[in-house]
């Protein structure tokens, strides 16, 4: 049975923060994700259909990379960057596939010093 099994999409993924009050204001006001619910130490956030969980934690953190995709990147990077967001880079053209779509990234930091990330895919 076990070789019938298909794992269905992400349903949710858990990112520890420094400061639970400091990253709620942040993703829900600064990158403008729809906030969920919170309760002590806990925020849940919608990100495109995906559940964000936060969760305050003591020391240095150890996260995976947050890839938010945006349809116009360079549009994206500049609205956060007016909103405050300083950026590590700037959008830039990380892969082109055969068929000729671009694959773009740019890469930020949470209030906690750990990396987030746009994601693009432009047409050919």
Same mark, same amino acid.
């Given at each position: 049975m076990t070789e019938d099994l298909?794992?269905?999409?992400?349903g949710q993924i858990a990112r520890r923060?420094?400061?639970?009050?400091?990253?709620?204001a942040f993703f829900r006001d600064v990158?403008?994700? /729809? %906030? !969920?619910?919170?309760?002590? *130490?806990?925020a849940f956030f919608n990100a495109g259909?995906?559940?964000l969980f936060l969760q305050?934690?003591?020391g240095h953190i150890e996260n995976s990379i947050l890839y938010f995709r945006v349809e116009d990147i360079h549009t994206a990077a500049s609205v956060?960057?007016?909103?405050?967001?300083?950026?590590?880079?700037? /959008? %830039? !053209?990380?892969?082109?596939? *055969?068929d000729g779509t671009e694959e773009w990234m740019t890469f930020f930091k949470d209030p906690g010093g750990e990396p987030l990330a746009l994601m693009?895919?432009?047409?050919p």
């Open positions: 298909k794992l269905g999409p992400i923060v420094q400061n639970i009050d400091v990253a709620t990158l403008g994700l /729809p %906030h !969920l619910y919170s309760y002590g *130490p806990l259909g995906v559940r305050e934690g003591e956060l960057k007016a909103r405050g967001v300083v950026f590590i880079d700037e /959008p %830039h !053209l990380i892969h082109r596939h *055969p693009s895919q432009l047409p």
